[in-house]
């Protein structure tokens, strides 16, 4: 290396140095500061988060925090709303995100957002930047039930009659009306057209998969559609779905399925078990298993003994692993299947029983210990895994479902 390139590698190192010390030392004054008067910035991650003087990495810890417990006081909540729709430059648009994605995980307790919120869309789209529209209408989506007041505008925007919004915008708005349950009830011809496809010019592949999630998210009031999801699933059409919005249609009906064992059933066990001269697709077939764990306890009786011959591989020429994997996922739906489940899940995630399984349906049995509930003291056990007793990818499974920060692995 040349004389000159050692001086300016120098030069950077020392710079850097020198940033880094100066970061260092505003984080440090900053946390002097609070705790001087008698504020902790750890103990009160709102004060943080809404302080424009606190240091980037505090305000982020904070952000972390509050997504994990958002905040209840409608106090708070009205501060959020308030730094949300703030639109004169003041506040990021990052940061008004941030806020958005703290009122949307309080759901309905971020009701006093809703009127705010549907002004912004009530605007014309180019006052405000799509990214902020997006996120408020998934913000008013996760509110639920407590938004119904936006449910026209909801609807206005997912048709869009006028070509003003983005089809990302749209696909949000169609997301929102399954949330808001019954009170978006009057959406379900629309969401079905757009999943059929009834339209001359044709649909985005994308805005009929959103409809066909949404009609499963939207629960009872979406029973008529059924028969209309089951042919969706089964792709009875002569020119075909596109498998995306055959794959939603699988997972609505899993939703949905309860309703009419009758019809559903049948059609979900076709699916999974790939009776058809054809074949389905591993992944079609994985989703339909996923579906099968997610119905009520009178579909359990006939899902169980297909799910363990799964697990098990009771099959002489051997079942795929990524279905055996998704039917330890599906174990995980069926809350109803009691104790013995999640002792078995456990067995299976520590890799305690004889012989282990593979690591893919280890990880599929810490998602499935999370779905059943009740065992967040051994999800944390596996998530601390200091000794690494587990596989890096089980401990990382753990990591993301309890939320403790990674350790130097990962």
């Known amino acids: 290396m040349s004389r000159e390139r050692q001086t300016e590698a120098g030069l950077a190192l020392s710079v850097s140095k020198h940033l880094w010390v100066v970061a260092c030392g505003w984080v440090a004054w900053w946390l002097a500061a609070a705790l001087a008067f008698g504020q902790d910035p750890f103990a009160d991650p709102i004060r943080t988060f809404l302080d424009p003087n606190a240091p980037p990495e505090l305000r982020e810890r904070a952000l972390q925090q509050l997504l994990r417990s958002p905040p209840t006081e ?109 009170a978006a009830e009057k959406a379900v011809p629309f969401l079905l057209d757009l999943a059929k496809d009834r339209n001359p010019g044709g649909y985005p592949e994308a805005l009929r998969s959103e409809a066909v999630w949404a009609l499963g998210m939207m629960g009872s009031p979406a029973k008529p559609a059924l028969p209309e999801l089951l042919d969706l699933a089964r792709n009875r059409n002569p020119g075909g ?108 995630a520590e890799g305690s029983t004889m012989p282990a399984y593979p690591e893919p349906m280890r990880v599929a049995a810490v998602k499935a210990l999370a779905g059943l509930g009740g065992h967040e003291k051994e999800l944390r056990r596996l998530a601390d895994d200091q000794a690494g007793l587990f596989p890096p990818a089980v401990r990382q499974a753990a990591l993301e479902i309890v939320g403790l920060p990674p350790g130097p692995k990962y």
Not at 119 to 144: H, N
Not at 266 to 285: E, F, M
Not at 328 to 336: D, N, T
């Open 74 to 182: 409608e106090k708070v909540t009205r501060e959020l709303v308030r730094l949300a729709i703030k639109n004169d430059g003041t506040a990021s648009e990052e940061l008004r995100v941030n806020a958005l994605r703290v009122l949307a995980e309080g759901g309905e307790r971020a009701k006093p957002a809703v009127e705010p919120l549907l002004a912004i869309l009530k605007q014309p789209p180019g006052l405000d930047s799509p990214r902020i529209r997006q996120w408020c209408i998934y913000t008013l989506g996760k509110i639920g039930p407590e938004a119904k007041a936006a449910f026209p505008t909801l609807l206005e925007i997912a048709r869009d009659a006028t070509n003003q919004h983005t089809i990302d915008t749209r696909m949000q708005a169609i997301a929102a009306l399954g949330r808001l349950g019954r």
């Open 241 to 348: 779905f596109p498998e995306s919005v055959q794959l939603r249609a699988v997972e609505a009906l899993g939703r949905l399925g309860s309703l009419d064992l009758d019809q559903t059933l049948p059609v979900l066990l076709d699916l999974a078990l790939n009776r058809n001269p054809g074949g389905y697709s591993n992944t079609l077939r994985g989703e339909a298993l996923l579906a099968l764990g997610s119905l009520d306890a009178a579909g359990s009786k006939t899902t169980m003994p297909i799910l363990n011959d799964l697990i098990l591989d009771r099959n002489p020429g051997g079942f795929d692993l990524d279905l055996r994997a998704k039917a330890v996922e599906a174990l995980g739906r069926m809350k109803v299947s009691g104790q013995p489940t999640g002792k078995f899940l456990l067995q299976l």
